[in-house]
């Protein structure tokens, strides 16, 4: 087993992830990803539902899309979020392009460019909990 391999296996093994998207196909292949790679994931379709879930269980990572529907947007639900949990990590997914993308990284959080695979979203992750 090569080193690379094993040190994703640590990251990604239990970690405990909160996906949250208004698209359910989105959802459900994010989660799939996750799953596939260690993770446990909990899945929300609304930022108000990831907000009440992260008022009660505790989460590693926060993957949310960027563009919701709704008062709350995938910006504002990270911001939210890591007032309610400053360790939480974020990771927020868009199609908006790079300068929006850039934007974004502005803000503090990791950035996700859709549309994405597996293996990127897991490199993303790496990356992340590596800093």
């Known amino acids: 087993m090569s ?3 094993s040190s994703t296996s640590l990251i990604m093994k ?13 959802l459900f292949l994010a989660k799939l990803f996750l799953e596939s790679a260690g993770c446990v994931v909990m899945d929300c379709l609304e930022p108000k539902l990831a907000l009440a879930a992260l008022e009660t ?3 590693d990572l926060l993957l949310t899309d960027f563009r919701m529907p709704g008062s709350i947007s995938g ?6 979020a890591t007032r309610l949990h400053p360790q939480l990590k974020v990771i927020i997914a868009t199609g908006m392009g790079p300068d929006f993308c850039q934007e974004i990284g502005a803000e503090g959080f ?8 597996r293996d990127h979203l897991v490199r993303t992750i790496q990356t992340l909990f590596a800093e």
């Not at 990791?110 to 695979?117: A, D, G, R, S, T």
């Open 75 to 80: 910006l504002e639900l990270a911001h939210l």
């Open 14 to 26: 239990n970690l405990r992830v909160l996906v949250v998207d208004d698209d359910a196909d989105i």
């Open 110 to 117: 990791m950035v996700l460019e859709k549309p994405y695979n």
């Open 3 to 5: 080193s690379e391999f």
């Open 57 to 59: 269980e505790s989460v």
